[in-house]
């Protein structure tokens, strides 16, 4: 699976939208870009996946770049409760189900 | 549906004792795995079955086994526990590994502590 490159913080002011991006610059044509966030010690928590298209759900939208070579998570418009550490994974999809999380980004939302 | 439950939430061990930790799910997922979070870390990968019967290494296998002899369990042992196995660990299951876009869903976390 491709390795990914997250910076290692970020801040955002409550009630903006919180942009977090994602470098993988490896990425094959059949793997898939993964958004997970951990909430201080809890399991982490799926928020959504795209392939090549922009995708987006009730948690968040996410942006990838036509080479897909980079993406960016959208979340339009962060609360506290979003402060959590995000991780950005690619993976082949129907064929493997191992996760490789990095350190990921962790986000802080401010009041 | 209860989701994916570990027990226990909480462990000390002393160097040298074995444990088994517990994992469950009750949604039918064929896929089931095991991490382990240390500090300041992302999660690694110790074990994962793609069904019951069959179990594979991950990223940091050592001094763990597994088995996986109902869909519904995937426990995780320590045959004899060390300081460096310390850490957070966490159980995931997913549908199936031919399911392209499916989530893992993972459990609260067993905080283990070897002394």
């Known amino acids: 699976d491709a390795k990914t490159t997250q910076p290692p913080s970020m801040d955002c002011a409550e009630g903006r939208a919180a942009n977090l991006p994602c470098n993988h610059s490896t990425i094959s044509g059949n793997e898939y870009v993964y958004w997970y966030r951990q909430i201080h010690s809890q399991g982490p928590q799926y928020i959504i996946h795209g392939l090549k298209n922009n995708e987006t759900n009730e948690m968040a939208s996410l942006i990838i770049t036509e080479d897909r070579k980079s993406s960016t998570l959208i979340l339009p418009h962060a609360t506290l409760r979003d402060t959590a550490v995000y991780y950005c994974i690619v993976r082949v999809g129907g064929g493997s189900e191992k996760l490789v999380f990095g350190k990921g980004t962790k986000l802080t939302v401010n009041p | 549906n209860a989701g994916v439950t570990q027990t226990p939430k909480f462990q000390v061990l002393k160097t040298g004792q074995s444990m088994t930790l517990q994992c469950a799910q009750d949604?039918?997922?064929?896929?089931m795995s095991w991490y382990r979070q240390d500090p300041g870390m992302g999660l690694r990968l110790i074990h994962y079955s793609v069904g019951a019967g069959i179990t594979d290494q991950g990223e940091v296998p050592n001094g763990y086994n597994v088995s996986r002899s109902t869909t519904e369990d995937f426990p995780l042992r320590l045959l004899s526990a060390a300081p460096s196995q310390t850490s957070v660990y966490f159980c995931?299951?997913?549908?199936?590994?031919?399911?392209?876009?499916?989530?893992?869903?993972f459990g609260p976390g067993t905080r283990l502590t070897v002394t």
């Open positions: 995931a299951s997913s549908y199936s590994k031919f399911s392209v876009g499916k989530e893992q869903y």
């Open positions: 949604m039918n997922h064929e896929y």
